[in-house]
């Protein structure tokens, strides 16, 4: 039988966050009515879609000097980048990167997919190795 899929209402998703020690505020820049979800030294941007249910605005990231970093792959190691900043991946960044955002999937109602759940999944993957390859 196949499962049926419940969608939380955005405001839903507001109060279970705030039950589970999330940190949520509202956005410094973006679009308007954007909130900010913060735990664990991390971060990610959420507002309310058309339908009434969560949609991920900016990515879960590290927070450096207030931004949200990306976590690059560049083959022999993890950085994590903002627009003006990019120092090396630590272990307690990735796992806390990892555990964010699991956590905000589980209290959002998204769907956590296997690949994500075994690790931390970079947003961008650049080898050097390869560059100029064509």
Request: proline letters at 2%; hydrophobic letters at 40%.
């Amino acid at each position: 039988m196949a499962k049926k899929i419940l969608v939380r209402s955005f405001q839903d998703v507001l109060s279970a966050l705030g039950t589970q020690h999330f940190d949520v505020a509202p956005a410094s820049q973006g679009s308007r009515g954007a909130f900010q979800v913060r735990k664990y030294g991390c971060a990610a941007e959420i507002a309310q879609a058309k339908d009434g249910s969560v949609e991920l605005i900016a990515k879960p990231g590290w927070l450096l000097n207030g931004q949200i970093a990306r976590l690059v792959d560049k083959g022999y190691q993890k950085f994590l980048k903002t627009s003006t900043l990019e120092i090396p991946a630590t272990a307690d960044a990735l796992k806390a990167i990892h555990t964010f955002s699991e956590e905000l999937k589980q209290a959002s109602g998204g769907t956590s997919l296997f690949n994500e759940s075994l690790g931390t999944t970079s947003d961008r993957y650049v080898y050097d190795r390869v560059a100029g390859r064509e």
